[in-house]
């Protein structure tokens, strides 16, 4: 369904325009709804998460921190410009990764993929009228 080519100089962002695909095809919903929602959706977080989908997304910046401070490898990983691959299974109409397990671009796609799931697991929390406590 995503067929993407080899990370490139123009590739910066790409992999949030993936995410926002994935979210959208997976959910029908705009990723655009999350963002800013809560403690942790979006860039930064702080505090204890208002809800499951707040800590979905906290859920998801510490699967971004952890890929970021892996050290195991010689190249580092940004998980912001890694472009990978993925598809939506036809039968459970979830997504999955395509890329090499343990590869950066597999790691990367994991952790979008859990949070896209932990946001349809948590469809029924999701209130945009919730803000972080100042």
Not at 86 to 91: A, C, G, S, T, V
Not at 109 to 134: G, M, W
Request: with cysteine.
């Amino acid at each position: 369904m995503n067929a993407t080519p080899a990370p490139g100089p123009d590739s910066q962002g790409r992999n949030l325009i993936q995410f926002g695909n994935m979210i959208g095809k997976t959910l029908g919903a705009s990723a655009l709804s999350y963002n800013g929602y809560g403690c942790w959706c979006g860039f930064g977080g702080k505090g204890e998460p208002v809800d499951g989908t707040d800590a979905c997304c906290k859920a998801h910046d510490q699967c971004y921190d952890e890929i970021i401070n892996d050290r195991s490898s010689f190249f580092s990983c940004s998980p912001y410009v890694s472009v990978y691959s993925w598809d939506l299974d036809p039968i459970t109409l979830l997504p999955y990764c395509k890329d090499t397990p343990g590869s950066c671009t597999h790691k990367v796609c994991e952790c979008d993929r859990i949070v896209t799931e932990c946001y349809k697991q948590n469809a029924h929390t999701f209130n945009k009228s919730l803000k972080c406590p100042k």
